[in-house]
């Protein structure tokens, strides 16, 4: 009994250490070895998730409901390192993400207790508004240092986070811990209410400082959408709006410049046109004839830099950039079959999400019987798919361990959710 | 029953009858979680074991490490993307010095390294250690190794002469001067003295002090690209009119020189500007003016020039991070304002200088950019000696 506690309370330990450190993950590394908590903890939580379901002669797990398109996209992905023009880089890529895939069935098992799985956005919101208010004070106070304090290139617009090293990834987990704030109802329930304020605080003043535009209008898409969501929710939109004001002008009076910087930023592309639009642009068109002549199978993972690297703007300035576009990279990398497994797979991730946010919908107005872990919780992480899903359109990020742990986390609240079972302890609690 | 706005919504509950909408606090396990990645967070900020990696530092230990395993053509990639964010880092600029010597382009490198060794003005903070002066001499002897071909060119001479200056070696400064000082006349006007003081890292005053020779000032001049114009083609007599338009290359420093007098200026992302009677040579204003915004550049600068009697002079100075950060409105307000020309283009970093002469509101200017990136622009309106 005490060791299955133990255990239990490890598997919960390393989940919610996994998924607060995500916001903060160059910071996080263990000392002396350049590995990051993240994935140590996330590694741990596999081996971990396992053993103890084996330990207590029980299944290792049962299917989550995307396990087909999961293998698909697998296969996909094992076929165009297969036929890689790089068979080297392509290899090491598919063992990565045969460790995502670990990782991504390691959090579904560990995550689909109610309790565990209640307090998995609390985590994460802390993780963010941690990261917001530690960019803030690098900004105020000259401390702690930054991981990201540089101009946007090309410009003299300051770009400052603190927790990952690249602006976009970082307003991308802000924006995360954003959405759950928003729509988890137990994040800003009642006593709360403060914490959830500070935290909101926080994570919108890290956001403004990375200076993403993109990241910038998810947030006011995630505002907007969380208005229209059906229930009016003035409470939540007013004490965003006390919040957002409360930040802006603390921020703005002690350092008027950030909101120079920011109109700037924002006024980028309207007023003094936008190399980075126009590369974009520029970018998907040559792309587009590179990942058709991939075939089937594409040119083979982790190949898209080389492959697509190489272009020069009109003006005949080399880009040295890969391709900003997750389903474009995963084309021109795997192939149509690859880019046909990718969209099956996304195209499952929508369905579970909106059949748990519909079903938690009707639960929340009393229309029928809800089985979810908390009102919100599954709408929440559907703002989470959505969000990745709007910046991977025009951002690169895919291969990342990160996605796995948050793609296990939204999996396990929508099978709670719809009741079929985020895991293989389901509602048993802890033994 | 919850109401939330004017709804009335039940709560959300689990199959067992339990309501899961009463508030959920963390746990001991949670807590637990949060403090390990505090502790962390705070473990790397305090950084006691040496082992921080993250952010721009890790990226510099990137190249450090390319550096070291003489991966030039990666390395090179890698540190033109940090210089575009970090371009006055002395270190980035060592390191590059270290990778486009290792690629066959010494002059390129010895750019850097000039950079890399000038004194800084003021307490611009850095984000990365200086190098050493030992680290800085060593890479200077690679250099003298590099080019014991015997293809020692002036220019490369005159970089090497500001590298050995901002170390302190004089001996060998006084050595390498010799030789080109020779070519030069024995005397030099202020505006000469400052801006070969400035090449040097020096001040005019510490220049004086160590007594360097005035026979200097013109060939450091010259081999820096100064350009000399008459100043009465311009309207100017009787004094001489000095702009020299820093950056990176002389420690973010940018000077002015009307008549007797030298104004510094700091070389920011600022035009500098300075407003003189022609007649008097009296100063009747100077400032900054900061076009790196995306627009109201018109604007901004004829706020600065009104109220300025006519016929006026206008001297400016842009630094390499000027002239990157003024987009084409920018440029297009210059234009229409003062009549400048030719201003470098945003990729290229290079200062830029120039004189404007206003007059019924129509403009006509003498301008020089800077002949590379470790130099200043420097424009000397001189009035003929022999009439």
Not at chain 1, 20 to 33: C, Y
Not at chain 1, 224 to 247: C, H, P
Not at chain 2, 72 to 82: E, N
Not at chain 2, 220 to 240: D, H, M, N, T
Request: proline share 5%; net charge positive; with cysteine.
């Amino acid at each position: 009994m005490t060791a299955a506690w133990g255990m239990a309370a490890l598997e919960r330990y390393l989940l919610y250490v996994t998924v607060a450190s995500l916001p903060l993950q160059a910071l996080t590394v263990i000392p002396g070895t350049g590995v990051t908590v993240t994935k140590a903890a996330g590694g741990l939580l596999v081996v971990t998730a396992l053993l103890r379901r084996l330990v207590a002669g029980k299944r290792p797990g049962r299917p989550s409901g995307i396990d087909v398109a999961i293998a698909l996209f697998a296969a996909a992905c094992a076929a165009a390192a297969f036929w890689s023009g790089d068979p080297t880089a392509s290899r090491g890529a598919l063992l990565g993400l045969v460790q995502y895939a670990a990782v991504y069935y390691g959090v579904v098992l560990a995550a689909g207790e109610p309790e565990t799985l209640r307090r998995v956005p609390a985590l994460l919101v802390v993780g963010c508004a941690l990261s917001g208010f530690g960019a803030l004070s690098a900004l105020v106070f000259g401390a702690p240092a930054p991981t990201v304090d540089a101009p946007v290139i090309g410009t003299t617009i300051r770009r400052i986070c603190y927790g990952l090293t690249d602006g976009n990834e970082q307003a991308l987990f802000l924006l995360f811990g954003f959405g759950l704030l928003l729509h988890c109802r137990e994040l800003h329930a009642g006593k709360r209410l403060p914490w959830a304020a500070l935290s909101g605080a926080g994570i919108l003043g890290g956001l403004a400082l990375t200076m993403s535009r993109t990241g910038w209008l998810c947030g006011a898409a995630l505002v907007g959408v969380r208005a229209l969501a059906g229930r009016r929710s003035w409470r939540v939109l007013i004490g965003g709006a006390i919040v957002l004001a409360v930040t802006a002008g603390g921020v703005l009076a002690v350092r008027p410049d950030v909101g120079e910087a920011m109109r700037r930023r924002a006024l980028q592309g309207i007023v003094t046109g936008d190399a980075s639009i126009a590369s974009r642009v520029v970018h998907y068109a040559k792309a587009a004839e590179q990942a058709a002549a991939g075939g089937m199978t594409g040119h083979g993972l982790m190949t898209a830099e080389r492959v697509a690297g190489g272009y020069a703007t009109p003006l005949g300035e080399p880009m040295h950039v890969t391709v900003h576009n997750v389903p474009y990279i995963v084309w021109i990398e795997t192939g149509w079959l690859g880019l046909l497994a990718y969209l099956w797979l996304w195209a499952n991730v929508i369905g579970l999400a909106w059949t748990a946010a519909s079903r938690e919908r009707r639960g929340a107005s009393g229309e029928g019987p809800s089985e979810g872990v908390t009102r919100g919780c599954a709408t929440g992480w559907a703002s989470v798919a959505a969000t990745y899903g709007v910046f991977s359109l025009v951002m690169p990020f895919l291969y990342r361990s990160s996605l796995a742990v948050l793609l296990g986390c939204a999996v396990a609240a929508w099978r709670s959710e719809a009741g079929g079972g985020g895991g293989s302890d389901r509602g048993r609690g802890l033994e | 029953m919850i109401r939330e706005g004017s709804e009335t919504v039940q709560p959300a509950h689990r199959s067992d009858g339990r309501s899961l909408s009463a508030p959920v606090y963390l746990d001991r396990v949670a807590l637990l979680a949060i403090a390990t990645v505090v502790a962390l967070v705070v473990l790397h900020e305090w950084d006691p074991f040496g082992a921080s990696r993250a952010g721009e530092r890790n990226r510099l230990r990137e190249l450090e490490d390319l550096v070291a395993g003489e991966a030039w053509t990666l390395a090179a990639q890698r540190g033109s993307a940090l210089l575009e964010r970090h371009y006055t880092e002395p270190r980035v600029h060592w390191l590059m010095s270290q990778v486009q010597r290792g690629n066959g382009l010494p002059d390129f490198g010895l750019q850097h390294l000039v950079i890399a060794a000038m004194p800084r003005e003021g307490d611009m903070p850095l984000l990365f250690a200086e190098p050493s002066a030992d680290a800085l001499r060593r890479e200077l002897v690679a250099y003298e190794s590099a080019f014991a071909d015997g293809k020692v060119r002036r220019e490369r001479l005159l970089r090497m002469v500001r590298v050995q200056a901002a170390l302190g070696a004089w001996e060998a400064v006084g050595d390498a001067m010799a030789s080109i000082a020779a070519e030069g006349g024995g005397t030099a006007s202020i505006a000469e003295t400052a801006f070969a003081a400035a090449l040097l890292g020096l001040t005019p005053e510490a220049w004086r002090s160590r007594g360097l020779p005035a026979a200097w000032a013109g060939p450091l001049c010259s081999g820096g690209g100064a350009r000399v114009v008459s100043a009465e083609s311009l309207g100017i007599s009787g004094r001489e009119i000095g702009v020299l338009a820093g950056g990176a290359g002389t420690g973010g420093r940018s000077l002015f020189v009307v008549g007797d007098a030298v104004r510094p200026a700091p070389a920011g992302i600022a035009w500098q500007l300075i407003a003189i009677d022609p007649g008097s040579g009296a100063v009747l204003k100077e400032g900054a003016v900061d076009l790196s915004g995306p627009s109201g550049h018109a604007e901004l600068l004829d706020d600065w020039l009104r109220g300025l009697p006519e016929p006026v002079l206008i001297a400016g100075a842009a630094s390499d991070a000027a002239t990157a950060s003024a987009p084409a409105e920018a440029r297009q307000a210059l234009r229409a304002a003062l009549a400048v020309e030719g201003i470098p283009s945003r990729r290229g970093r290079r200062a830029y200088a120039f004189v404007a002469m206003r007059s019924k509101s129509t403009a006509r200017a003498t301008q020089t950019a800077a002949p590379g990136s470790d130099w200043p622009a420097m424009l000397l309106c001189r009035p003929e000696r022999d009439p």
